[in-house]
């Protein structure tokens, strides 16, 4: 069963990730903040996590550079998905080691077939 973790400081984003995500059976963990993030990650080793850029005590982007240096999780699928829609935010994402951008408001449908090919899950 593949692992996803979601970090988030809104509470409504992580419930509507959750909801989009829950009916495909995947094992779903979540975080409040950036520093939770990494802990629950070295933790439960995810396959894919989702992101959010601006969270309490660590951004998205600081965590997504601790996962991919740790040995233990550097083969974690990263998505960032946040309300930040610039070309410029996209292109830190990437160079912080981000496989993949989403920006808020998202459509479940859309992020379903994103967790899908990031995990080569054939719909």
Do not use: W
């Not at 999780?73 to 998505?79: A, G, N, Q």
């Amino acid at each position: 069963m593949y692992k996803i973790l979601i970090a988030d400081d809104e509470d409504n984003i992580r419930e509507l990730v959750r909801v989009s995500l829950e009916d495909e059976g995947f094992e779903i963990h979540e975080a409040k903040d950036g520093v939770e993030a990494v802990e629950k990650a070295q933790k439960i080793k995810p396959n894919l996590m989702i992101l959010d850029v601006m969270m309490p005590g660590k951004t998205g982007y600081m965590v997504c550079e601790e996962i991919k240096q740790n040995p233990a999780t550097k083969k974690t699928f990263v998505l960032f998905l946040t309300a930040r829609g610039s070309q410029i935010a996209e292109h830190t994402a990437s160079d912080k080691g981000g496989d993949a951008y989403m920006t808020k408001p998202f459509e479940p449908a859309e992020l379903r077939k994103k967790v899908r090919q990031a995990l080569n899950i054939k719909s």
